[in-house]
């Protein structure tokens, strides 16, 4: 019999507002999965790595707070955003090679009753799928097949760099010059992967607010690559991700001198359309690029 | 014993002379690459057996000068470092050999590197302090003294992480990482007398730090393990340690997460919005957005922000674990 898989999921903040179809689709597809999660309802933000510039200690305890309650449940904690992702991972890496950090940590975490021990791994519902449920059980799921269309996987920075850190989480770390988990998804639920040569770039959430000229300049020529390779849609597992290229092709497009509205879908809403679920379980009407093909 | 192998191998090498050539063109090659090889050999290759015009730059052959710096299908590599087998399992056996920059191309591989220089020199890469001509004593650094340096001093300038940043290939205004691991470097060193000078220079709007984009190509290239983001977060620090922010949209949408976290544990992302811009630029700038969001539900209204359980626990924690205040 197989074991059922169980993780204390992280929604990060995104999930539980600007992409509430994110949410929807992480449980529609665990369901069909049969994966258990167990949200997290206690823990916080996790500083997108913007909280860190300003103290970088309080973001130290408080994403090591996130993970006691990973590790109270005895569960892994598992992601569903790559800046939830690299900052948590990154935390956990720093405390679990730092033992005077790590105390320093623990003696804050020890005012609220808590401690941080490091018994609970981390990681992303992406790699949660492909290497924990695994791809070929994933393809017998398959009942539509994707094999109309062309999609371009938009893979997200903070997945696949740093490689280093990536491959102490993930235990085996694609690529980043090269990646191929997304690749190998779409393949696996019967669509065609295209390549182009943004498909691993920022896409310039991050610096949307202090330097609206370069990230919309990143956005613009990752749509327009997706575009130029044929792609019917994009996809990533990253909702900040999402949030830029579904959402700013406007500036974007200002800045490339093209129109680069096109459909950009949760990773998890792809894999959902190929395991029968419905759209509104997908939450395919919260897109601003409209999702057109269904 | 290892065994040496030999795969064929297909280059597509970026041609180009300033003097004679109004674009560039690819010359493609087919060579026996045995295992080995780093990619500097096949660049001596190209020369001493294809075409003797081929050029490129040289000099250590032991991964401390950084001259050779190149990239191969768009991964910035140090080619007297880089082996061929590594690239080969990477991308298999179609090659591209490209300068760091093909926009600031002079000749094939060499690039004039005027610009990495110039905002080398811009943060000040250099100790600063009243030098007494006549000591009595030697001046003393600890070794925790110099831990905080956090190898920051390896950095070779060779130049793949300025060449590999998106930030700064689509703002030439930004300083990029390695000239800000430069100044983190003399910032770091309690001899010096001129962070307050840098963090002028790296806190400055559209050249400095708050223009990262966080993507860590910078730390995934650097072949000497420096970690510019690494001093680039460090930067980020003291500013906000010495006091020296600026208030302005970059600096409040950092401070903005505490603020958020503390109030709802989760962030409350319109919010962060409207505290970094203010009220009315947000509404100019982001308001058609904005709408279209509001209009397919990616907009949660204040009365339906969600919260975290146990949020006392983390005020507490804010409390008593934040370091610095703006």
Redesign the interface.
């Known amino acids: 019999m197989e074991k059922k898989l169980t993780y204390a999921l992280f929604t990060g ?2 999930a ?5 179809e994110q949410l929807m689709s992480t449980y529609a597809v665990a369901e069909k999965l049969g994966i258990e999660l167990v949200e997290l ?5 996790c ?12 973001s130290l ?2 994403n090591a ?1 996130n993970i006691c309650y990973a590790e109270s449940r005895g569960m892994t904690m598992v992601t569903i955003c790559n800046t939830c992702q690299l900052n948590t991972a990154m935390t956990k890496h720093r405390l679990d090679n730092d033992p005077e950090l790590k105390a320093r940590v623990n003696e ?2 020890a ?2 009753g808590l401690e941080y021990k490091g018994t609970s791994e981390i990681t992303h519902f992406l790699y949660a799928i492909i290497d924990d449920f695994g791809l070929e059980t994933l393809k017998e799921k398959v009942v539509t097949p994707l094999s109309q269309f062309n999609i371009a996987p938009f893979y997200g ?2 997945n696949i ?3 280093e850190l990536q491959n102490e989480t993930h235990g085996k770390a694609e ?4 990646p191929n988990s997304l690749d190998d998804l779409i393949v696996t639920l019967g669509g065609v992967n295209v390549d182009y ?1 943004e498909k691993n ?2 896409c ?1 959430f ?2 949307e ?7 919309a ?2 956005t613009g020529k990752a749509l327009m690559g997706a575009m130029d390779a044929n792609a019917d849609w994009m996809v990533t597992p990253c909702p900040l991700c999402h949030l830029k290229l579904d ?2 092709y ?2 974007a497009g200002h800045a490339v001198g093209r129109d680069v509205k096109m459909p950009v879908l949760h990773m998890q809403q792809m894999v959902g359309l190929a395991l029968g679920c419905t759209p509104s379980e997908l939450g395919l ?4 690029s409209k999702v057109n093909f269904v | 014993m290892t065994t040496i192998t030999t795969q064929t191998i297909t280059f597509n090498v970026f041609r180009f002379n300033a003097e004679t050539d109004y674009l560039p063109h690819y010359k493609t090659i087919e060579m026996e690459v045995t295992s080995e090889e780093v990619v500097l050999d096949i660049l001596n290759r190209i020369k001493w057996d294809v075409d003797g015009s081929f050029s490129y730059r040289r000099s250590c052959r032991h991964g401390i000068c950084g001259a050779c710096a190149i990239k191969v299908n768009g991964k910035g590599v140090l080619a007297c470092k880089e082996r061929m087998n590594d690239l080969i399992e990477l991308f298999g056996t179609e090659l591209t050999l490209e300068p760091l920059s093909i926009k600031r191309a002079v000749k094939d591989m060499i690039i004039d590197k005027e610009d990495f220089w110039k905002k080398h020199e811009q943060v000040k890469p250099y100790l600063i302090d009243e030098i007494d001509e006549h000591p009595e004593s030697e001046n003393l650094v600890t070794p925790k003294e110099e831990a905080q340096l956090l190898e920051a001093d390896y950095c070779i300038q060779c130049g793949l992480c300025h060449y590999s940043c998106p930030s700064l290939e689509n703002n030439e205004s930004y300083i990029g990482p390695a000239a800000f691991a430069a100044a983190y470097r003399f910032n770091a060193d309690v001899r010096d007398k001129a962070t307050l000078d840098r963090l002028d220079i790296v806190n400055a709007p559209d050249q400095g730090v708050w223009d990262c984009v966080k993507c860590f190509e910078c730390q995934e290239v650097c072949p000497k393990e420096v970690n510019p983001i690494e001093k680039i977060t460090k930067l980020h620090n003291q500013v906000f340690e010495n006091g020296v922010a600026i208030n302005n949209v970059a600096t409040r949408h950092a401070v903005g997460f505490a603020h958020s976290i503390k109030k709802h544990g989760l962030l409350d992302e319109a919010e962060l919005v409207r505290y970094s811009e203010g009220t009315v630029p947000m509404l100019m700038k982001h308001g058609k957005v904005g709408f279209k969001m509001f209009k397919v539900g990616k907009v949660v209204m204040p009365w339906n922000m969600p919260k975290s359980d146990k949020l006392d626990e983390v005020k507490a924690l804010i409390k008593s674990s934040s370091t610095v205040k703006f």
């Open positions: 903040c995104t539980k507002e600007s992409t509430p309802s206690e823990a916080t933000c500083g997108a790595s913007h909280l860190q510039d300003y103290d970088d200690f309080l305890v408080l707070r804050k975490l005012e609220v920075c903070h760099r740093p490689s690529n980043p010059y090269n040569e770039k920022c310039g991050h610096a607010l202090q330097a609206p000229k370069t990230a300049l990143l959402t700013q406007e500036h009407k919260h897109h601003v």
